[in-house]
Structures are given as structure tokens and as C-alpha cells.
């Protein structure tokens, strides 16, 4: 099934013009020349980040690698790797995916980390990669889940066992925009379990979380709880986009 999806898109690629998910310029790439290297000097890759939950640290927390909410209140994950703002070139394309159902932006959005993050990450002692789950409603609902169609497209170590259903969420929470974070992670709480199948191939593990959108955290901080609970031993994010308000 992924050798006939890999085929389409070649032949597509070949025979079809293609838009630039940022400009929407018709040319060969997902995102264009002029787009691309706009996309990398904007990425949080150039920022100082706090390697916890990947917010861009303030000038008094350089010193630690970690901003002052993981430091005074240390998630259960132990690491975040971001694309970009959530509100930088992408955040459009994310939209037109998701609300828009817009498949094809996937392999744009893929292509966007592939090209700015992938192969600076270390990701030697990462054993699995699991996608934040949507609820059974919310799935068929949307028809798709984002964050795996994302994740299934990311290039990473050929060692990592990519498991799209081995994560899964109970149901569904009010909308939580405008919420804090306490608030969102008393929300949250209990909401995902693994499937009884995977527990035990994940004791003593190292697993990766991907994401489409990171805000406060409370998501997948209670997904790095509920892994940890059973065995995992450390838990990374991966993320495409950050909702953060970058330092001057």
C-alpha cells in the first residue's frame, strides 16, 4: 500500500504541476526555492530553546537549556524537537490539511521537516514513533488522523518501528483554547491508554511522539505519563508546530 502511494506521488510529481503549500506558486516542489530557505533561517532551529518542551528560552534561562515552568514543574517527557511557530509560513498549510481535508498537504508538511530538521536529528537510541491519536469520533469525523499522516512521511532511522494504532485516546474533551495549562492538563487526565498487544515490546523502550501542533503541552505530557507508567523509559516529541510568543 505505501509502494502504490510512494508511485502516485512519483508519477504525479512528474506529469502535474504542483503548488507550494506556502505561496501556492505552481512549480515541480511541495515548497518552493524561494519558500524553502525563507522556512529554514525562520525555523525555531535558530532559536535557543528549552530542550524540555522546545519553547524559545528567555535571556535568564540560557544558562539551564530549560525555561522556567519544566524546571519549577518537570513534565514526564524529557525532550521536544519543534519545526517552527505556530504562527510562522506553515500555519495555512497546517489549516488547509486539517479543517480543509486537504490530503495532499501532508507530503509538503513532511517535506518541511524532512528538509530543515531531519537529518540533524539524533535519533539513534529512539526504538518507536507513535502519533498522538484522535478519538473514534473525532477520527471519522475528519476521515484521517493528521499527526500520522504527517509522521508516516518523516524520515528518520530505518531502526524505528512507526506504530500508527498502538496510542489511543478514550474520547473526546470540550475545546480547550483559552484554557491554562493546569486547566488543560486536569482536562486531559486519563485520556490515553496503549493497546494491550504493545505493552509489553514497550517496557525499557525509547519512544517518539509526533504531533502536528504543541501548545501548552498538557497532551503530551499525559501521553509521556501514561507511557512511562508502563515502562518506557524516555519519551521525545516531535513536533511540527509550536504555539509560543518568540523573545524580541
Known sequence: MRFLENLIQSISAQVLPTACIICQEFQSASICSHCLPMLYHESLLHYECCYQCGIPLQAAELHSIQCHACSTQVPAFDQTICLDRYDGLLQAALHQFKYQKRLAYAFGLSDAWNSILANDIDDQSIDYLLPVP???????????????????????????????????????????????????????????????????????????????????????????????????????????????????
Open 134 to 248: 484522535l478519538s473514534q469520533k473525532k477520527l471519522l469525523a475528519r476521515g484521517f488522523n493528521q499527526s500520522w499522516e504527517i509522521a508516516k512521511r518523516i524520515r528518520c532511522g530505518s531502526h524505528i518501528q512507526k506504530l500508527p494504532s498502538t496510542l489511543k485516546r478514550f474520547h473526546d474533551i470540550e475545546h480547550q483554547a483559552g484554557k491554562n495549562f493546569s486547566e488543560r492538563k486536569h482536562d486531559i487526565r486519563q485520556m490515553f491508554y496503549v493497546d494491550a498487544k504493545d505493552i509489553e515490546s514497550l517496557k525499557g523502550k525509547s519512544v517518539v511522539i509526533f504531533d502536528d501542533v504543541m501548545t501548552s503541552g498538557a497532551t503530551l505530557n499525559e501521553i509521556a505519563r501514561t507511557l512511562k507508567i508502563i515502562g518506557v523509559v524516555w519519551v521525545s516529541n516531535w513536533v511540527l508546530l509550536r504555539t509560543t510568543k518568540l523573545n524580541p
